[in-house]
Nanobody
């Protein structure tokens, strides 16, 4: 069984920074793309950033230049460094990963971590 566990959310003032982590565990053969999505109250879940196994990254226009996604393949972990945070970044952040496990190839999601940007 594969699990994704996020950490690093919290309350931060506008202009501040946070770093989210998401570690995958279980019977994993390989991890393909990993990424972060977010969902604000009353809004649909939206893509924030993705990163391939080779390290190529893509970002939503709203976070370009402020957020950086990275991964440590040896640790099966993806990170999201968030700088210059704005109140509109407030949301539950979910990591996801495309994983080849023992018997399946599937997309997995973490449980979500709350990020609140407020003074």
């Amino acid at each position: 069984q594969v699990q994704l566990v996020e950490s690093g959310g919290g309350l931060v003032q506008p202009g501040g920074s946070l770093r989210l982590s998401c570690a995958a565990s279980g019977s994993i053969f390989s991890i393909y793309a990993m990424g972060w999505h977010r969902q604000a109250p009353g809004k649909q879940r939206e893509l924030v950033a993705t990163i391939t196994s080779g390290g190529s990254a893509n970002y939503a226009d709203s976070v370009k230049g402020r957020f950086t996604i990275s991964r440590d393949n040896a640790k099966n972990t993806v990170y999201l460094q968030m700088n210059s945070l704005k109140p509109e970044d407030t949301a539950v952040y979910y990591c996801n990963a495309h994983i080849r496990a023992v018997q399946t190839i599937d997309h997995y999601w973490g449980q979500g971590t709350q990020v609140t940007v407020s003074s």
